[in-house]
Nanobody
Framework: EVQLVESGGGLVQPGGSLRLSCAASGFTFSSYGMSWVRQAPGKGLEWVSAINNGGSSTTYADSAKGRFTISRDNAKNTLYLQMNSLKPEDTAVYYC?????????????????????WGQGTQVTVSS
């Protein structure tokens, strides 16, 4: 059974940092690209970042460029998102999602069918 379990969310002040983790199991993690997607209160899904299966290729939404870093540890079957210089508009539930292939895919729009599997999400709240 495929499982994606996010952790690391919480309440942080503007300008602060958080590192999200996504523990993967039930599939060959090193064979698939992975993404982070978020959903702010009352809004739709927003693609944030993606990484290819080997970790050599990454891509970011404009909102994340220069502040967020996606990475993965295939030995630990874990995906990460380091988030720095957080802003109130980064407040959202953050989901990790598994691609159907090995590539890092940038998406202008997201729907549930874009990915094979999703985690349950972790809440990030940026507020003073």
């Amino acid at each position: 059974e495929v499982q994606l379990v996010e952790s690391g969310g919480g309440l942080v002040q503007p300008g602060g940092s958080l590192r999200l983790s996504c523990a993967a199991s039930g599939f060959t993690f090193s064979s698939y690209g992975m993404s982070w997607v978020r959903q702010a209160p009352g809004k739709g899904l927003e693609w944030v970042s993606a990484i290819n299966n080997g970790g050599s290729s990454t891509t970011y939404a404009d909102s994340a460029k220069g502040r967020f870093t996606i990475s993965r540890d295939n030995a630990k079957n874990t995906l990460y998102l380091q988030m720095n210089s957080l802003k109130p508009e980064d407040t959202a539930v953050y989901y990790c999602a598994k691609e159907s292939g090995p590539y890092a895919v940038a998406r202008a729009a997201v729907d549930l069918n874009n990915y094979d599997y999703w985690g349950q999400g972790t809440q990030v709240t940026v507020s003073s």
